[in-house]
């Protein structure tokens, strides 16, 4: 059984060990204290050293400290190792591995397109985007994502993947994170639209600032869509008030 590790151990970690483990031999390895955790999945956390040298690395960390983790697996991967990310911007973590990672490891970012909150019934025929970078197991884990986990496998590069999350996840977090901000009610006069619009508040309100920070101000299309988006409120703002 081929070995993964996985470096962060927040909400989307977790989510991976319970999919990844009867096919794995999962370790983890965290800056902070999580072996309790773990250890309730029947795994164990480890060095970073150690999860570096495992046959298949998936970093899941914020893209904040994407740099930092880079340069301490850098020296300690070893050759055909295949580097998986997770994280929901895919230009820049793309080009950090591609600067850091020794040419004898093989790279592929990965953005899953659910998380724990709308995989709470299962992951079945959710979307994930894979953007091959240096790697020829891409067919490999496409068929493993496909037959094993029953996930919708979209092959994009890291470029057409941010534009359109600049709409898809930037604008609509923005919206979210807005309502969520306003603390919108539940009333029992709810129309389904409203729902709707609670069913967002819930989702994205429980996601972390970091990952909102990112998906915002790391996706380099992302600020265009959100300045867009002001200005046309302001416009409908005006049109009700002349």
Known sequence: MKTLGIIGFGAFSELMVQYLKPYFKVMVSSHRDVSRKVATFGIAQVSIEQVASC??????????????ILKQIKG????????????????????????????????????????PQSARNGIDGSKI??????????????NFLEDELKLDVLIRTPKEHDEAMAYVLSLTH?????VNEMDIPFTHLNTQTYKHLLSIKELIGKDSFELFKSI??????????????????????DKLVK
């Open 129 to 142: 985007v894979l953007c091959p970078i240096r790697t020829k197991s891409s067919v490999k884990v496409k």
């Open 55 to 68: 046959d298949i690395v998936i970093i899941g960390v914020v893209v904040e400290y994407f740099e930092d």
């Open 216 to 237: 915002q101000n790391d996706n380099p299309y992302a600020k265009k869509v959100r300045q867009d988006f002001l200005k046309k409120i302001i416009k409908l703002e």
């Open 174 to 178: 923005f919206i979210g994170r807005a």
């Open 76 to 115: 300690h991967v070893k050759p055909g190792v295949l580097i998986i990310d997770v994280a929901s911007v895919k230009m820049k973590p793309a080009s950090l591995m591609e600067k850091y990672l020794p040419a004898h490891v093989e790279i592929l970012a990965t953005h899953p397109l659910f998380g």
